[in-house]
């Protein structure tokens, strides 16, 4: 097989596939009040569904991480805008101040509908995450780029239902379509994007919730912290001025 179907067949399964199922998973940590799951899972949703878009279009960008910032900024390198509106922004600034940080080495806070900006990103980004500069053969024998019309579609899929639009042979349509399917249920429970239903009204819970760090409640521990456990560098520089603070 040529190798860049392989390639494409590897940002869908590797990135794209798993990101789908990463944003289940995270809808499910909302619905049952697991916060600090939801934001770590909606991070590696979002960082799969850039890194599956970069790859598909062959941009490299081999030091994402888990820096979804970082994936933005390439995707600036793209023959193509990303269309995303404000909330979708600020709920990835959101996830790129608390989603990264999977030990408490961070307080953080959830307020407002963070499931339907969820649901509202992944929709958007999503879009996108397929092949979408390729050529097809016309009935002349000519060879049409099919990037503008894709484009156009993605753009005209703002002006209607959400539901609309779907990625053929994606995994979250194909859990759509399975009535039987044990992730189903997750993934359509009160989802203004997703399904096969259009709603103009969900009913999520809106909750605030905020969970102080040991760090930031006892900084003067933090050097004995690190003789046994790894802490990123930003992480340790920002509690070490912290602590000389809390000495004046």
């Given amino acids: 097989m040529e190798a860049k179907i392989l390639i494409n067949d590897f940002a869908t399964r590797s990135f794209r596939d798993i990101a789908d199922q990463d944003y289940i998973a995270a809808r499910l940590s909302y619905r049952h009040g697991l916060y600090s799951q939801f934001h770590w899972q909606s991070l590696q949703a979002l ?65 407002g ?21 390729y050529e097809i053969e016309l009935p002349d024998g000519n060879m049409q780029n099919m990037l503008e019309p894709e484009i156009e579609m993605i753009k005209k899929s703002e002006k209607i239902p959400p539901q609309k639009f779907k990625i053929t042979g994606g995994l979250l349509e194909n859990i759509i379509e399975k009535t039987d399917n044990t992730a189903r249920n997750a993934l359509i429970w009160q989802n203004a994007f997703l399904g096969k239903v259009t709603r103009n009204r969900v009913r999520a819970p809106i909750p605030f919730h905020a969970v ?32 000389k603070k809390k000495k004046k």
């Fill in 47 to 111: 960082e799969k569904y850039l890194k599956a878009i970069l790859l598909y279009n062959r941009i490299k960008a081999t030091n994402i991480n888990h820096d979804i910032e970082c994936a933005l900024e390439h995707t600036k390198k793209l023959p193509f805008e990303i269309l995303r509106s404000n909330s979708t922004n600020d709920f990835i600034r959101h996830l790129s101040n608390f989603g990264r940080f999977r030990y408490l080495e961070s307080s953080y806070f959830i307020r």
């Fill in 113 to 133: 509908p963070k499931l339907v900006e969820l649901d509202r990103t992944v929709w958007e980004i999503r879009r996108y995450c397929k092949v979408i500069d």
């Fill in 212 to 243: 102080n760090s040991p760090l930031s409640l006892h900084p003067e521990i933090l050097d004995e912290v690190i003789k046994y456990v790894f802490l990123p560098k930003e992480v340790i520089n920002a509690y070490r001025e912290i602590a």
